[in-house]
């Protein structure tokens, strides 16, 4: 009860033949903060962890004192605490860098599907279907890409439609001049060759009335001339306009 130790079961003799009962007793109160450090008398340098228990009076009194860590069970606790650790950690640095790679695989494989799909699209509108969009979400870089394609090949198809639209009405343009050039020179072919061909056989009367058709219709070709140069100009932008 004073400390003193009266036997011992390590199975070697003590080297302290005495403890203090403070942190026994402490031990033994019913509210005692745990954990509670006490001398071991097999290691006079340290305080350790330990269990106690009172002994009956008919048993001559004092104290049951277990050191629980003791020196060997120490070591060991410390090879099985690393041996954890060490298999915890490899255990957790294999899971994360699975993790990882399986992560970074899946993001490669979503980011290169985006751009593929992006570049079958480009391919297809360079062969010439002008209709082809991406459906890519504007959720990112890829996508705002695609969203800024889709205006591009937008505004692209509306110029080639403008453009099929201006070469349309070129050629009824065309053709519209080309049939008010060819009555007034059919006229002028046709009676300046009938003045060749009969010029003996013509009053002054006739010949006057075919001369005034040719001119005429060489007025009217002056004419229709002066029309195309005011129509087919080039404006500031390099367009023809009508």
Do not use: C
Not at 80 to 89: A, H
């Amino acid at each position: 009860a004073d400390g003193r130790v009266t036997t011992s079961f390590t199975g070697k003799a003590a080297v302290r033949d005495r403890v203090d009962v403070v942190p026994i007793q402490q031990f033994l109160e019913k509210d005692a903060r745990l954990p509670i450090r006490g001398i071991d008398p097999g290691d006079p340098k340290s305080e350790k962890v330990f269990s106690a228990a009172s002994l009956p009076a008919s048993s001559g009194g004092g104290y049951l004192y277990i050191i629980l860590p003791g020196m060997p069970f120490e070591t060991m606790a410390h090879m099985v605490r690393t041996s954890y650790i060490l298999r915890g950690s490899a255990s957790l640095l294999a899971g994360v860098l699975l993790s990882t790679l399986l992560a970074g695989m899946a993001l490669f494989f979503i980011v290169t599907s985006r751009f593929q799909r992006l570049t079958d699209t480009v391919k297809k509108f360079q062969e010439g279907a002008f209709h082809e969009r991406t459906d890519i979400e504007p959720t990112d870089p890829i996508g705002r890409l695609g969203v800024t394609f889709n205006d591009m090949a937008a505004a692209i198809e509306r110029q080639f439609a403008a453009l099929k639209q201006t070469d349309d009405a070129r050629g009824v343009f065309a053709a519209n001049i080309s049939h008010d050039f060819r009555t007034p020179l059919t006229a002028l072919r046709g009676y300046a060759d009938r003045m060749l061909r009969a010029e003996d056989r013509f009053t002054p009367e006739e010949r006057r009335a075919h001369l005034k058709i040719i001119l005429q219709s060489a007025t009217q070709l002056e004419h229709l001339a002066d029309q195309l140069a005011m129509i087919v100009q080039l404006d500031g932008t390099g367009r023809y306009t009508f």
